[in-house]
């Protein structure tokens, strides 16, 4: 599949930082809200630097692989809070190139608006490629929000500065939630609706759980 090459990948902090400022305005929060195929992302690190991206496709009725790639490579950038995208982009971007099919959805293990920027790792990938993307976080990053319900479904929204950016959502009962916010071209209710179709039975969303298994274990 096509990713766009909007930038170089950056030097320093503030040209990384000055990208997604660059970027952050062509994120569309609205969007289509029935996806036939869904593709998992996640990066697996061996050490500090050593990683491996995964992305693996899935069909989004049955929930079975379609397609998947994994890359090996080293982290591109330091560690830095609010940059950290930028040490997985081009092993990802080098896994989403390999695909010979392109996907109607992009689930993120990460985050899309809830970012101290509001361009998380979703937001990147879904400019990049120009489609809908959706981050799941597994721990709060930014923001404050209540504890939702004990009920699967239940959620409560991540507010920072006063702007909803994502929501804590429970997709089982009584386990911890998920911070779910959106990266591209999707609404924050569709965005919940999908990760709670993708995860019928388990905390995380399906696509990621398959992502995150070949990210370690792949060849």
Do not use: N
Not at 60 to 73: C, S
Not at 121 to 129: F, N, R
Not at 162 to 169: I, M, S, Y
């Amino acid at each position: 599949m096509r990713v766009d090459r909007l930038h170089p990948w950056p030097a320093d902090i503030a040209e990384a930082e000055a990208i997604q400022e660059r970027l952050r305005d062509r994120v569309e929060l609205t969007g289509p809200t029935a996806f036939t195929t869904v593709a998992g992302l996640d990066v697996h690190y061996h050490g500090d630097d050593e990683l491996s991206a995964a992305v693996v496709v899935l069909d989004g009725g049955t929930l079975d692989v379609v397609e998947q790639v994994v890359v090996h490579g080293r982290a591109a950038f330091p560690y830095v809070p609010g940059l950290f995208a930028f040490r997985e982009l081009p092993a990802l971007v080098e896994a989403l190139e390999r695909l010979t099919v392109t996907p109607d959805l992009l689930v993120c293990d990460g985050y899309g608006l809830a970012h101290p920027r509001g361009f998380g790792l979703a937001c990147h990938l879904g400019v990049l490629t120009g489609l809908p993307a959706l981050g799941v976080g597994k721990t709060a990053f930014v923001g404050t929000h209540e504890e939702p319900s004990p009920e699967r479904g239940a959620w409560s929204p991540i507010v920072l500065d006063g702007v909803t950016v994502g929501r804590a959502l429970r997709t089982r009962r009584g386990v911890k939630p998920v911070y779910v916010s959106q990266g591209h071209r999707i609404a924050l209710g569709t965005a919940c609706d999908q990760v709670l179709r993708l995860a019928p039975s388990v905390r995380l969303p399906e696509p990621i759980r398959r992502a995150d298994h070949l990210a370690r274990h792949g060849a």
